[in-house]
């Protein structure tokens, strides 16, 4: 295949994957012809009869005709190199309500125009994911905790509280293993039917887990919570699960805590109903076992429990310690310019150097990310190296605290860093579930001239349906993907995916995990701009 076959090749490929983008596309040369535009694009723009081949090196000015105002933005803004870029919300035009967004790439012009409706409708949906599971329609985690720790605060001058019981499936495994994956979906959502049914009107089931669900029983007596689990694990232990001719039992174990006055965190009564949970498995499993409300004696929830005052210390001790993490440039067009990922570890008292997840896991579950993200930041703004680019990873705790955008900027004055040297690195699970903190985050911090970098791309459900939201300037792919591009068809292609559809949109990619020489090889063949992992560069002190 000849060189211009390929490129005719290449152009097809892409605007096949653009067809199917939610929203419309067009790429305008600097010549100013238009060289990418979909059929959503001609559709909105007002040419719903034409092709949008159709357009194809034709000037702009043929797809743009009907919309005078933004042919206007373009010209006094773009064309003119008085701006790089412009943004045109809510333009009304022939009955539709556009939001048009406008960036000088380094080959032209980017424009991605949306319908509001459909984002309208979008962003509803995106909310309602960040508080509800896509399977089982239940409550997630963090949206169970809020709820709990709203009903303690409206029942603060109440003696009796309630109860909350953490269960775990028994036998569920196998059921995945011998019938799939969708037989193991289909049983979730059975058996949170069941739990449903079971509870009263008034209390709150969540899915907290693959298998695990939590429930608040409010102002409920430990007896009748005790009723109302032993009613749940009898259906579930004489439901009869049923997929193509296979018939499987299951079971639940099932830990009961009690929410009163005397716990310091209502976390401690999820933790403490997860401890007694794990202690009916260890039992005999199908069964119940009642925590001990006045001991909470378990050894589990002790370790957990003493990591408090282990971090706590550690930020007073400066016994936290900074890493860094080279990210390499992998093509010709990259900035020649240093960056590392700064990485967080913690010296114990014996010396020994700890990774994050010895005590992250107690971070989080107990409201100290914050103080270690300001640690993190503060240290990192106190050692910048010029010409140096340095990635710093944000918590869902720190992005949804309203004076964080001012500590920065404090510390950017005090430590007189140069904002352009900084990319604040969040995940995408974070980024949905905080989705309003995080655009009102980042249009705060990116004024100033800090970068975003969506972490661990690729792992959510919707991956591509709502990156377009997300105001970042980095897309890091996950590396659960980069390790196995070499042997795995399925891999490869996930990781071209997304580099792909980041480049339509402008983004930088980031490849995590590169092992090996063949990783990087298979990157560059890809043409991912960056690549992070052990072969590129072992992670060493800051």
Known sequence: MSQNEQSIALHQYLNSIITNIPFGIVTIAKDLDITMVNSFAVYLLGHKETSPSAFVDLSYKNLFDLTHKLVEKFET???????????????????????????????????????????????????????????????????????????????????????????????????????????????????????????????????????????????????RAIEITEKIRKEIDEFVFIWENQTFNIGV????????????????????????????????????????????????????????????????????????????ALNTFSPTISHYELLLRLKDENGKILSPAAFMPAAERYELMYKIDKWVITTAFQNIQKDTHYSINLSGQTMSTPDFSNFIIELEKKYKVNPAQIIFEITETMAIK???????????????GYSFSLDDFGTGLSSYEYLKTMPVAYLKIDGVFTKEIVKDKVSYAMVKSINEIGHVMGLKTIAEFTENKEILDTLKEIGVDYAQGYFVHKPDAL
């Open 253 to 328: 174990s099932a830990g009961i805590s009690e929410v009163t006055h005397k716990l310091p965190c209502v976390l401690d009564a999820i933790n403490i109903a997860d401890q007694a949970c794990l202690i009916a498995k260890q039992e005999g499993r199908n069964r119940i076992h009642i925590a001990d409300k006045n001991l909470y004696n378990s050894k589990n929830y002790k370790e957990e429990i003493s990591w408090i005052n282990i971090i706590n210390k550690a930020l007073t001790d400066d016994d936290f310690i900074l890493y860094k993490q080279k990210i390499q």
């Open 77 to 223: 803004e773009i064309i003119s190199g008085k701006e790089r870029k412009f943004n045109l919300n809510y333009y009304e035009f022939n009955n539709k309500i556009l939001n048009i967004k406008c960036r000088s790439t380094l080959y032209g012009t980017l424009f991605i125009i949306e319908n509001y409706t459909k984002q309208a409708k979008l962003e509803k949906e995106l909310e309602h994911k960040a508080h509800y599971d896509d399977l089982t329609q239940l409550l997630k985690r963090p949206e169970f905790e809020e709820r709990l720790q709203r009903f303690k605060e409206r029942n603060a001058n109440k003696e009796m509280l309630g109860a909350v019981v953490f269960m775990d499936l028994d036998r569920f495994k196998p059921v995945n293993d011998s019938a799939g994956h969708k037989a193991g979906d289909a049983l979730l959502q059975a058996v949170a039917e069941i739990m449903q049914n079971t509870i009263r009107e008034r209390d709150t089931l969540a899915r907290v887990g693959g298998d695990e669900f939590v429930m608040l029983l409010e102002n409920c007596p430990l007896n």
């Open 434 to 448: 905080f989705l309003k903190n995080m655009r009102i985050l980042i249009a705060n911090l990116q004024k100033r």
